[in-house]
Nanobody
């Protein structure tokens, strides 16, 4: 079991920045991949934003956030951060932390929402 607690959401104007944090506790094995997903208003599916392999630091980003968002972790590998710069109104969504990637059908895609554990979410609102 893994418990995830997010913080850091809020409301900013376009061009601004926010930093999200995700504190993890529980089974280390299920924290090999940790990431951030978002669900925009009116959309059913969660979109993968950024994922980090906590063992070696490899990162994955959605094309829409490359160059603007940065995922990182602390030295203890218990907290994952998402630094979001140059925010756009299109970034408005509920942001969820996830842990425990599960590969299905032999397809490797850590940005897909195939994770066992999820946080409660933190709202990010970007106004124009």
């Amino acid at each position: 079991q893994v418990q995830l607690v997010e913080s850091g959401g809020g409301s900013v104007q376009a061009g601004g920045y926010l930093r999200l944090s995700c504190k993890a506790s529980g089974d280390i094995y299920d924290r090999k991949h940790m990431g951030w997903f978002r669900q925009a208003p009116g959309k059913e599916e969660r979109e993968g934003v950024a994922v980090i392999y906590t063992g070696g630091g490899t990162t994955y980003y959605a094309d829409s956030v490359k160059g603007r968002f940065t995922i990182s972790q602390d030295d203890a590998k218990t907290t994952v951060y998402l630094q979001m710069n140059s925010l756009e109104p299109e970034d408005t969504a509920m942001y969820y932390c996830a842990s425990g990637y599960t590969q299905y059908d032999g397809k490797w895609d850590p940005l897909s929402p195939q994770y066992m554990y999820w946080g409660q979410g933190t709202q990010v609102t970007v106004s124009s």
